[in-house]
């Protein structure tokens, strides 16, 4: 019996369910001890995300916190300092990561829409003296989660690497949902990793995958990241069992997250027409649908639960929906229409 899914869940992206066919796969995939390093089908993860992202090589991770937090911790010393948007996920939900595990300070950089300007990561890089903690890592969050999945353009990745590398800094891409990003801008997912020294992106979100991560970046990078994914406890022993669940998402569900973007998109146009609702249709660029409520953001979400759509408040006037594979046409037209109801009733 397939899980019944009673409501419209709109709150992430990671409530995605594996399907019959990567359920299929993970049941049948070769296992072993990926602590000892023979698990094959870990293995053939990390080699397959490290070639799609042109990196040398990868390393699975529970969690996509747990690639971030890695990252800034291979490529930073204690005491040093990290730029990172100041809205980012490694500040914003990561519960203070950086400071407690790689021990470093973080400086942030304000955005237009999730989007530094290379200017203003430049002016904040520090250099290491008797009195500053020097900048080792500048991180970037494309797609941008809290500004509502907008992108930032490659010519912009473009500079902000050549700043780094002007300053010997590198760059990390929080990618959780990279392949959003190349998707909607229709490149392949290399155009936008080959800015960066190292990428985390997440299997468990629109690419459907239950559990997981890959963190990929140079051989000498992932050596060292696998030291500190044991010293977290992130060390798995039977992980191809998921991580099979993860390479059947590369092969079949990276292309599909178009269909996301285009429900995101038809909602967001018919919620603006709706009494009390605005959406900046200019931020409306992947699976995230940021939706201004003239009235308290809560309530709307209490009126929508109740009409069998879930979704968070974001902000005290800010919904945020959550476009994935679980959501069909059907769903759509059932938000729309207990949005519009709300609407009509509440006005
Ligand atoms: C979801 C997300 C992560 C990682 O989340 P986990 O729940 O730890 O897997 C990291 N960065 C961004 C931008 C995200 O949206």
Redesign the pocket.
């Known amino acids: 019996m397939p899980n019944p899914i009673p409501f419209v869940d709109l709150r ?1 992206d ?1 409530v995605t369910k594996p399907t019959p066919e990567m359920r299929e796969a993970m049941f049948s995939a070769p296992l072993g001890d990926d602590v000892l390093g023979d698990d094959p089908t870990v293995i053939k993860l990390e080699e397959t995300a490290a070639a799609r992202v042109g990196k040398e090589a990868g390393l699975y991770v529970p ?6 937090q890695i990252a800034i911790a291979c490529h930073a010393d204690r005491g040093d300092s990290i730029l990172a948007e100041e809205n ?3 500040l914003y ?2 519960v203070g990561g950086p400071a407690i595990l790689a021990g470093v300070v973080t400086r942030t950089v304000p955005s237009v829409n999730g989007v530094m300007s290379p200017e203003a990561i430049e002016s904040r890089i520090m250099k290491r003296s008797l009195h500053t903690p020097g900048t080792s890592l500048i991180a970037i ?1 494309n ?3 809290r500004a509502g999945g907008t992108i930032t353009p490659l010519s912009t990745m473009k500079e902000i690497k050549a700043i780094g590398d002007s300053h010997r800094i590198p760059i990390h891409l ?1 990618g ?2 990279v392949f959003n990003a190349s998707v909607a801008l229709g490149v392949d997912v290399k155009e936008v990793t080959q800015h960066v020294d190292s990428v ?1 992106f ?1 299997l ?2 629109g690419l459907r995958a239950p559990i997981g ?1 890959v963190l990929c970046g140079s051989s000498d990078l992932i050596e060292k990241a696998r030291v500190w994914r044991k010293r977290l406890g992130g060390g798995m022993r039977q992980s191809g069992l998921i991580a099979a669940a993860g390479l059947y998402a590369l092969d079949h569900y990276v292309d599909r997250l178009a269909e996301d973007h285009q429900r995101a998109r038809d909602l967001a146009t018919r919620l603006n027409c709706l009494k009390g609702l605005s959406v900046d249709m200019a931020t409306v660029q992947t699976n995230i649908v940021m939706v201004r409520t003239e009235s308290a953001a809560q309530e709307w979400a209490n009126h929508l639960e109740a009409k069998g759509v879930k979704c968070f408040a974001f902000a005290a006037n800010q919904l945020r929906l959550v476009f994935h594979a679980d959501v069909d046409d059907e769903g759509v037209k059932i938000v729309a229409q207990a949005f519009q109801d709300i609407s009509s009733s509440t006005q």
């Open positions: 992430s990671t969690s996509g916190t747990m690639g971030n980012a996920h490694i939900y990561e969050e797609t941008h989660n929080d959780a949902r985390s997440c468990s979100k991560s």
